[in-house]
């Protein structure tokens, strides 16, 4: 087992099921304590659960990323639990309103996916990188999605464009702050394999078959965490602003 990220601290947002979860299993897989945020406790204590089973470190902090005051306690209590802060993985999303077309979208629904999506990941960055650029620098990774900046879909128009505004967001952040030490890059997944591409009453067999890819499979949830493991480790010390698809092929 590469233990790439041994001394090191991440935190994850979103962390209490899904690809969260599984981000935050591949950073304390490779040595990272790693500090689980989201809005529900009992599934972030599962988390630190599997992780502490495997002979990790983790510890679980409540936390809206809607709200800046949150994201700021969050930095705060992840510094103070374990003395430093070095990769962020902003992955809090929401999908809302699936299938409306644009002029039909629930204007509460797209409220919800700004408020989550977009500024969330705003608020997330500016108290992550405030700490980071006074304390020698660190890597950030932004979770969006295909859909949006790589790929438009019928019935997806409020939440493609949340998730291309996290492309352009990284982007921005990301030149804004490499000369403050603070290197900022975006996966953007397909559907993979979690609750969020499940429809209601869905199985993971009948996801399947409707969600076919050039590659013939759906991305697995730790193909997506290895590479935002890999975007936030030293070996990618040169990607800058970089937005990585993993969707088996969907966008090429």
Do not use: C
Request: aromatic share 4%; net charge negative.
């Amino acid at each position: 087992m590469s233990a790439r990220f041994t001394g090191t601290t991440a935190l994850v947002t979103g962390a209490g099921t899904g690809l969260g979860r599984a981000v935050a299993l591949a950073f304390a897989a490779e040595g990272a304590q790693v500090a689980v945020a989201g809005r529900t406790a009992a599934t972030l204590d599962e988390t630190v659960a599997l992780i502490e089973k495997e002979g990790g470190t983790a510890a679980a902090f409540t936390a809206d990323v809607s709200r800046a005051d949150d994201m700021r306690a969050l930095v705060d209590r992840t510094v103070a639990h374990f003395g430093g802060l070095d990769v962020a993985v902003n992955n809090a999303g929401v999908l809302r309103g699936g299938g409306s077309p644009v002029g039909d979208l629930d204007a509460a629904d797209w409220q919800t996916m700004l408020d989550v999506n977009v500024t969330g990941v705003l608020y997330a960055l500016q108290a992550e990188i405030a700490h980071m650029r006074a304390n020698g620098g660190g890597a950030i990774v932004n979770v969006g999605a295909n859909l949006g900046a790589h790929v438009r879909l019928p019935g997806a128009g409020g939440y493609g464009v949340s998730k291309a505004a996290v492309s352009a967001l990284t982007r921005a952040a990301a030149l804004d702050h490499i000369g403050d030490g603070v290197r900022i890059n975006a996966v953007s997944p397909g559907a993979s394999d979690g609750p969020m591409s499940l429809l209601p009453g869905e199985t993971p067999k009948e996801r399947a078959a409707r969600l076919t890819s050039p590659l013939g499979r759906i991305t697995t949830a730790e193909e997506v965490a290895a590479a935002v493991l890999y975007l936030a480790s030293p070996a990618a010390g040169s990607v800058v602003g970089a937005d990585l698809v993993v969707d088996g092929g969907v966008a090429a």
